[in-house]
């Protein structure tokens, strides 16, 4: 499985701003895809995630409401739209895919991913 995430750029605070995650390789519709992000000088944090068959997301308390991911189908690509935009959001973004499993999953949990794609820079200014 390869990810390749774009998107993101600079934009100004309130805007909106979307960042895309293309998988490509065999993925299980029980899989699910992750985004993160990092600021500087910060460790990996959880954004939103979403089963790959779209039937179930999860999103960070500091995104719920004012962000939305979702699953192209016919692409493999999920997108992440985030509105209202922040200066804390301002970090480099990371897709990252979670095989099934048949244990307990935490879609939160960077260490339970399984493939990673480079990280988009989303930097948000005032």
């Known amino acids: 499985v390869q990810l390749q995430a774009s998107g993101g750029g600079s934009v100004q605070v309130g805007e909106t701003s979307r960042v895309s995650c293309t998988a490509s390789?065999?993925?299980?519709?029980?899989?699910?895809v992750g985004w993160f992000r990092q600021a500087p000088g910060k460790g990996r944090e959880f954004v939103a995630a979403?089963?790959?068959?779209?039937?179930?997301?999860q999103y960070a308390e500091s995104v719920k409401g004012r962000s939305a991911i979702s699953k192209e189908n016919g692409r493999n690509t999920v997108h992440l739209q985030m509105h209202n935009l922040k200066p804390e959001d301002t970090a480099v973004y990371y897709c990252?895919?979670?095989?099934?499993?048949?244990?307990?999953?935490?879609?939160?949990?960077?260490?339970?991913?399984?493939?990673w794609g480079q990280g988009t820079q989303v930097t948000v200014s005032s």
């Open positions: 979403i089963q790959w068959s779209g039937s179930f997301t």
């Open positions: 390789g065999r993925i299980f519709p029980a899989s699910a």
């Open positions: 990252a895919l979670q095989k099934p499993r048949l244990s307990r999953r935490d879609y939160t949990a960077a260490e339970m991913y399984d493939y």
